[in-house]
Each structure stands twice: as structure tokens, then as C-alpha cells.
């Protein structure tokens, strides 16, 4: 089949609801579906590669749900990440910390204490 893909679109906008889940039904007959991952806004953002980011294992967040992560340990473990380079190294301060996630140097002190007796901080 030669049709060009702009015809292949404008025909597949012009069905309906339903006669686009049966075609979808049709092509994975027979066919296991491992997972299935969407991602919507109602923004217009775009994803771009270009920026710094971190390949995660999904079983890894469940990890922070179970060892009961606060907000801003939260915010601090990602922050952190931003800065974390080969070998796990980072070169941070607590009072850069501070000023950066606007949060008062004792309790930066204190998240830092339950992250190491968490043992997500070495």
C-alpha cells in the first residue's frame, strides 16, 4: 500500500470513536500488551533530552512511599540529582541547599540526618 501518510492521517481523523478502537482491537488481536504508559497535559510542554535528566526503576519510588520520604526530603533528593555526577559524586553544600530550596539551614540539617538514618544518604 503506497498512500501517503498525509492521506493515511486526514483518514484516520475523519473516524469515529469506536471505529478507531476496533481497528485498534483488530491489530492487537492475538497480541499481549506488557505495559502501556500515557502521558498528557492540558499545556502545550514539551520534553526535550536536551536537559539533564535520570533514568529511574519505577519499584525505586515505592521505596521512598515506604521508607515514608517527606516533602522536602523529597525535594531535596531531587535537587540533588540534578548535580550528581559519575559514581554518584555531588559537590553541594547544605547552605546552597538552603538558599536554592528556600528551606531554614535546621531543618536542612534535620532532613539531612533522616536521609543518612534512612540510608539514602551516605
Known amino acids: 500500500m503506497n498512500t501517503p501518510d498525509a492521506d493515511l492521517l486526514h483518514l484516520f481523523e475523519s473516524l469515529t470513536t469506536e471505529q478507531k478502537i476496533d481497528i485498534a482491537r ?13 502521558i498528557s497535559s492540558e499545556e502545550d510542554k514539551a520534553i526535550s533530552f536536551s536537559q539533564p535528566y535520570v533514568f529511574a526503576f519505577t519499584s525505586n519510588f515505592r521505596v521512598f512511599s515506604d521508607l515514608d520520604i517527606s516533602k522536602n ?15 554518584n559524586l555531588i559537590n553541594l553544600s547544605q547552605s546552597s541547599l ?4 528556600n528551606i531554614a539551614s535546621g531543618n536542612m540539617s534535620n532532613i539531612f540526618k533522616k536521609l543518612r538514618q534512612k540510608g539514602i544518604l551516605v
Request: glycine share 4%.
Open 26 to 38: 483488530r491489530l492487537l488481536q492475538n497480541k499481549e500488551i506488557k505495559s502501556t504508559t500515557v
Open 73 to 87: 526530603e523529597f525535594r531535596v533528593l531531587t535537587y540533588i540529582l540534578e548535580y550528581m555526577e559519575f559514581g
Open 98 to 101: 538552603c538558599k536554592a530550596l
